[in-house]
């Protein structure tokens, strides 16, 4: 068993080659591995220009499959999971499809709300058909902390449901950044962050307090990066210290050469590297 476990490592650094091997090496390194995607936008509707929302079914199974195989400790999409249905049960119909494939997932899976998800159904809808906890969430792995906000509320605080937004209104409400700054000072090691709009300076896909959400991250000192969805393109900047990255969409273009999701290395310097599948880009992110 022993020998057949060397020989078949030793074929896959060969076949790899020097990339695998650099793979191996930093793998030994990462406190936890973890995989991503964002904006599937599922529903059995005809493509506009550049969606191709039927289409994200076989690209979600390419995804599973892949990470199924990598083994990330968990996976988050990152919203907009579905597309708008003309019916509330409509809609429900494609979310039950989505999840049952998304179920395929042989680790724990985490869901951000996205403007599209909670479009037409409410957070409860959403919740009751899938594994997501219908808001914001904190959860633990590998001695690194995950927050996922839920910026799918109006500016008077209201919750998104039964299209009553306008989609470039999105807040992080006063109890939620109450909620994010004591999740923060209990912390005890590295924090990511997770949301569907931008909390870095894209305004018209941002979050309308992206400032008071970053000033409360950068004032905790812990945070790596946050990961981003939203406006459908590769995307990074870096302010004061902290990576803001945004990943690509997988409705985007059809074929599965469009595909895009990512394997994200949490290393033990505080780095990062996201490995990119398809039309997500790799990204080196230093301490
Ligand atoms: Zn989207």
Redesign the pocket.
């Known amino acids: 068993m022993l020998h057949r476990r060397a020989f078949l490592q030793n074929s896959t650094l060969c076949l790899a080659g020097f990339s695998g091997l650099q793979a191996a090496d930093s793998e030994a390194k990462a406190l936890v591995k973890v995989g991503l995607m964002t904006?599937l936008?599922y529903a059995d509707k005809p493509p506009t220009k550049t969606r191709f929302y039927r289409e994200a079914l076989a690209k979600l199974d390419e995804a599973i499959e892949v990470m199924n195989r990598e083994k990330p400790a968990l996976v988050v999409e990152l919203?907009?999971f579905i597309d708008q249905a003309d019916s509330v049960e409509k809609e429900i119909e494609w979310l039950q499809t989505m999840e049952s494939h998304f179920a395929k997932l042989s680790m724990p899976r985490h869901y951000v709300l996205?403007n599209?998800c909670v479009g037409t159904l409410t957070k409860q809808e959403f919740a009751a058909n899938t594994k997501a906890c219908g808001g914001h969430e904190v959860f633990e792995a590998g001695g690194v902390t995950f927050l996922i906000l839920d910026a799918c509320f109006r500016s008077d605080g209201t919750p998104y449901a039964r299209k009553n937004f306008d989609w470039k209104d999105a807040n992080i409400p006063a109890s939620q950044l109450s909620w994010l700054e004591s999740e923060l000072n209990k912390a005890s090691g590295p924090v990511i962050v997770f949301a569907h709009q931008r909390l870095d300076a894209d305004k018209a896909h941002a979050v309308q307090n992206a400032a008071a959400v970053r000033s409360l991250l950068e004032k905790s000192g812990k945070v790596l990066a946050v990961f981003q969805?939203?406006s459908?393109k590769n995307d990074y900047q870096q302010i004061a210290g902290i990576h803001y990255t945004t990943l690509v969409?997988m409705?985007e273009g059809s074929g599965i050469e469009n595909n895009g999701y990512t394997m994200l290395d949490v290393l033990a310097d505080g780095s990062l590297r996201l490995n990119g599948f398809r039309k997500q880009v790799n990204r080196t992110l230093g301490r």
Do not use: E
Request: charged content about 20%.
């Open positions: 904006d936008h919203g907009d996205g599209h969805g939203h459908h969409a409705v």
